[in-house]
């Protein structure tokens, strides 16, 4: 039988401490049937001379002038011969025991896999309980900071768009998946630590802006790509109905420049959005509306 070969995939930007912290927990995984690659998209801060230094097991590639993570995470998947890549966050590792026998297994008790969405814990402390009663299921979607494409799944569908440039990629990936048949599954078997403080992310305002502009956008050019066009404008209303009563009456002024910024990108991409059309049928769309929602966030459970 030939050998299952397993990598895992980091992308990288001037986070030098977060990623050697997470190279360091997931050393003992790396040997010769699970590599690792790591892409350092441009950083200032000798990212790449530390980890060349540090970890020479690790595959290292870099760009000499940041070109985007979702260049660099298309990049590595492109060119790997792994059958299953793991993709984590420079600031993720997993916290759960034997996780690549239980990726393969996986897989290999569930053929129409495409992609395994892992569980996620999002803190800086690792929680004092790790167990839960979640079972595994098909999903809409997964996140970015902790999931395993089934390489078979990857080639049959395009690339993350680049011109997405940050958020919204995994849910553009999860409906070319749907298209071609091919399943998203949460497997909260497999648990991820993804190392950040949602309540300070939240207090810097900059970032925030950054983030909003870019999360929202990202919804709508899904919208626009996937949705047959009826559920459109029920879609369309219904979000900025939401930014709306949600946000902005409740005093959140914060998100009124980068709301409207978002509204600019979308009429900037129409272009693009008709060129990348690829949408679901209304029966297709049925069948998507009953899959369970992303699993975003594991709180551990009392």
């Known amino acids: 039988m030939s050998v299952v070969k397993t990598t895992i995939l980091i992308s990288t930007k001037n986070r030098c401490a977060d990623l050697l912290f997470t190279l360091e927990k997931i050393r003992y995984l790396i040997d010769e049937q699970l590599t690792c690659v790591v892409f350092d998209d441009g950083s200032t801060d000798d990212t ?23 260049y660099c995470r298309n990049k590595m998947l492109n060119e790997t011969d792994a059958d299953y890549a ?7 590792h997993f916290l759960s025991d034997n996780p690549i026998d239980s990726i393969q297994n996986y897989f290999d008790n569930n053929p129409s896999c495409g992609l395994i969405a892992t569980r996620i814990f999002w803190g800086k402390t690792t929680p004092e309980t790790l167990q839960t009663e979640e079972i595994s299921q098909k999903v809409k979607s997964f ?19 680049e011109w997405f440039d940050f958020y919204g990629e995994e849910n553009f990936a999860s409906f070319q998946l749907f298209k071609t048949q091919w399943e998203v599954h949460y497997v909260p ?8 403080d949602l309540k300070e992310r939240a207090k810097d305002t900059k970032a925030f802006a950054f983030r909003y502009r870019r999360a929202i956008r990202a919804d709508w050019y899904t919208y626009f790509l996937f949705l047959p066009w009826s559920k459109i404008p029920r879609k369309m209303a219904y979000s900025l109905w939401m930014q709306g009563k949600g946000k902005i009456l409740k005093g ?35 069948a998507y509306a009953k899959l369970n929602e992303a699993k975003i966030f594991w709180k551990p459970e009392k």
């Open 48 to 70: 790449f001379e530390k980890v060349k230094t540090q970890f020479p097991q690790v595959q290292l590639h870099r760009n000499e002038v940041s070109k985007g993570y979702i």
């Open 86 to 92: 793991i993709s984590l966050d420079d600031d993720a």
């Open 143 to 161: 996140v970015g900071c902790g999931h395993v494409w089934n390489m078979k799944a990857w080639r049959e569908i395009p690339n993350y768009p």
């Open 189 to 196: 078997e497999i648990l991820v630590q993804h190392r950040v």
């Open 252 to 286: 959140q002024f914060k998100v009124i420049t980068p709301l409207f910024l978002a509204i600019c990108d979308l009429f900037l991409a129409v272009p693009k959005l008709i060129q990348h059309r690829n949408a679901l049928t209304s029966q297709e769309y049925e």
